[in-house]
């Protein structure tokens, strides 16, 4: 297993897990916060397909809730607790 794959679909990094505050793209000009509301934990890595047709690429690690109301999908390498 490369670092990248260990990175999202090994065990949640410590103090991370569902409720858990999160600065997602940390020090970046895109940092934003919000709550993780789910772990998708095995299922990331998992195209999504309907039909035969792929729609969407690998599922993200974790779905968290940003203080905007918006959802957003990210990896574990994107985000870090508060």
Do not use: C, K
């Amino acid at each position: 297993m490369s670092d990248d794959t260990a990175s999202s679909e090994g065990d949640a990094p410590a103090g991370v897990g569902i409720t858990t505050r999160v600065r997602v793209f940390p020090s970046s000009d895109r940092e934003v916060h919000g709550v993780i509301v789910d772990d998708f934990g095995e299922s990331i890595g998992i195209p999504v397909e309907i039909g035969g047709n792929r729609i969407a690429g690998p599922a993200r690690r974790w779905a968290v809730m940003l203080d905007d109301d918006n959802l957003l999908f990210v990896d574990t390498e994107d985000l870090e607790a508060e």
